[in-house]
């Protein structure tokens, strides 16, 4: 019995040699043009060391090389590694702004039953700096200013029409 078909075809395979498999004989490499394996699968490593470029002129179309009479052999080496740099988390101390962003990060936050307590702010702010340090991220405590279109004024009462 073939493994391949098994695992594929459930109940529905009949009896076969794994040589005879059709599934596997349906496979097609593109890389050394033969039936049985995928490209993945490939035994043919010589030919897939050709279709990799090691030098950037193998990139280039050879008519192109001609033209501009490009001789030279530059090697590819590994690619730089570009380190994406994220932008700081900025929030205000306020323990709201604070419990806010421990949840969105899945930290419990310390939550006390005074409003703004200083010891909840320090314990927030510094479980949040050390989770965001670990994760490679900073943080940065901003004030909060307040526009002055924002504040309260109190509204007269209409008189009543009579």
Do not use: W
């Amino acid at each position: 019995m073939c493994d391949k078909c098994f695992s594929t075809l459930k109940h529905l395979v009949k009896p076969h040699d794994a040589a005879l498999c059709p599934l596997k004989r349906a496979l097609y490499c593109g890389v050394c043009a033969a039936y049985g394996h995928s490209p993945a699968a490939c035994p043919d490593t010589v030919t897939q060391m050709f279709r990799v470029p090691h030098y950037m002129e193998q990139l280039i179309p050879p008519s192109l090389m001609a033209e501009y009479g490009i001789t030279s052999r530059t090697p590819i080496g590994p690619l730089p590694k570009s380190e994406l740099s994220l932008a700081p988390m900025c929030l205000t101390e306020t323990s709201e702004s604070l419990r806010a962003a421990l949840i969105s990060i899945d930290v419990k936050p310390k939550i006390c039953q005074a409003q703004n307590s200083k010891e909840e702010i320090k314990v927030n702010k510094a479980r949040l700096i050390t989770e965001m340090e670990s994760v490679g991220r900073k943080v940065e405590f901003i004030e909060q200013v307040v526009p002055p279109y924002t504040q309260k004024y109190k509204l007269k009462k209409k008189a009543a029409a009579s």
